[in-house]
């Protein structure tokens, strides 16, 4: 049974700092790229960060470059994401997401994911 589970959501004050944490069982996590998507409430859900099965390659979305930051424990088979300076519209629910890669050392948020967790939520307050 695949379980893909993410926490340390919450609210945080604008400018503040939260880090989630994404734990997974029931497929060889690192055989799988992993990523981070995040959906406001009437938006579209889009990427966040993504890092290769080897934590050597990490891509992030344009308006949260320099912010944020994804991490692998592959001896855990967790996923993180270091949020920084955070701001308002990084309101959302941020999702956990695995996708296979057949050995191929990269990563990429425009594809397929196969498995995906239910969200944490995160409110950023002014």
């Known amino acids: 049974l695949v379980q893909v589970v993410e926490s340390g959501g919450g609210l945080v004050q604008e400018g503040g700092s939260l880090r989630l944490s994404c734990t997974t069982s029931?497929?060889?996590?690192?055989?799988?790229?992993m990523a981070w998507f995040r959906q406001a409430p009437g938006k579209e859900r889009e990427g966040v960060g993504c890092?290769?099965?080897?934590?050597?390659?990490?891509g992030y979305e344009g308006s949260v470059k320099g912010r944020f930051t994804v991490s692998r424990d592959n001896a855990k088979n967790t996923l993180y994401l270091q949020m920084n300076s955070l701001k308002p519209e990084d309101t959302a629910m941020y999702y956990c997401?695995?996708?296979?890669?057949?050995?191929?050392?990269?990563?990429?948020?425009?594809?397929?994911?196969?498995?995906w967790g239910q969200g944490t939520q995160v409110t950023v307050s002014r």
């Open positions: 890092i290769s099965w080897s934590g050597g390659m990490t």
């Open positions: 997401a695995a996708a296979y890669t057949n050995g191929g050392d990269w990563c990429s948020l425009n594809r397929e994911y196969s498995y």
């Open positions: 029931g497929f060889t996590f690192d055989e799988y790229s």
